[in-house]
Nanobody
């Protein structure tokens, strides 16, 4: 299983980007999928997640009201719509998948160890 994240780029503060994440390889079940980000010199941090069935979402406080996670279940594509971008949003953004419901445990959905499959990351740079 390989996840491919795309849609990153350079944008001015206040601008928008939409990230996409698709999968290739063998089919796998999706219990939850998420987006994480990692800035230089910092740990990977949770951004948002979505339950594949039902669409329940969760967001880090620093993106609430600005980012929206969604999925196209028919096409098996995960999205992250990012609006009102700030320079501090600059990071490599990773999509991730939990196929085994590990993230059903409270709190685990916000931790990288809750996810088995990871994309290669897409760079988002926000200029001031």
């Amino acid at each position: 299983v390989q996840l491919q994240a795309s849609g990153g780029g350079l944008v001015q503060a206040g601008g928008s980007l939409r990230l996409s994440c698709s999968a290739s390889g063998r089919a796998f079940s999706r219990y939850r999928m998420g987006w994480f980000r990692q800035a230089p010199g910092k740990e990977r941090e949770f951004v948002a997640s979505i339950m594949w069935s039902g669409g329940s979402t969760d967001y880090a406080d620093f993106v609430k009201g600005r980012f929206t996670i969604s999925r196209d279940a028919a096409k098996n594509i995960l999205y992250l719509q990012m609006n009102s971008l700030k320079p501090e949003d600059t990071a490599v953004y990773y999509c991730a998948a939990d196929p085994s419901s590990r993230t059903v445990v409270p709190g685990v959905a916000r931790l990288p160890r809750g996810y088995d499959y990871w994309g290669q990351g897409t760079q988002v740079t926000v200029s001031s």
